[in-house]
Nanobody, 122 residues
């Protein structure tokens, strides 16, 4: 079974920075896309950024130019560098892997981490 474990959340003032990490563990052969989502209180979960194993990235318009997603394929870890944070970035941030090739040759689909809280004060 594949698990995603996030870390790096916390409380920061507006204009500050945080770096989130998400490590995938388990019987992993390869992971194509890894991504970050967030959910603010009373709102739907939304995509923030994603990155393929080849390094292709995409971002939500609301974070372009402020957030940077990267990954270490050898360590099955994805990062989210968040700069120039705004109060509206406050949310629980979740790591996601849409599909993972496991060592048995099968797949695991739509794996989520437990989430990490990011709070930006004004």
């Amino acid at each position: 079974q594949v698990h995603l474990v996030e870390s790096g959340g916390g409380l920061v003032q507006a204009g500050g920075s945080l770096r989130l990490s998400c490590e995938a563990t388990g019987s992993i052969s390869s992971i194509n896309t890894m991504g970050w989502y967030r959910q603010a209180p009373g709102k739907q979960r939304e995509s923030v950024a994603a990155i393929t194993s080849g390094g292709t990235t995409n971002y939500a318009d609301s974070v372009k130019g402020r957030f940077t997603i990267s990954r270490d394929n050898a360590e099955n870890t994805v990062y989210l560098q968040m700069d120039s944070l705004k109060p509206e970035d406050t949310a629980v941030y979740y790591c996601n892997a849409p599909w993972v090739v496991v060592t048995s040759g099968g797949y695991e689909y739509d794996t989520w981490g437990q989430g990490t809280q990011v709070t930006v004060s004004s």
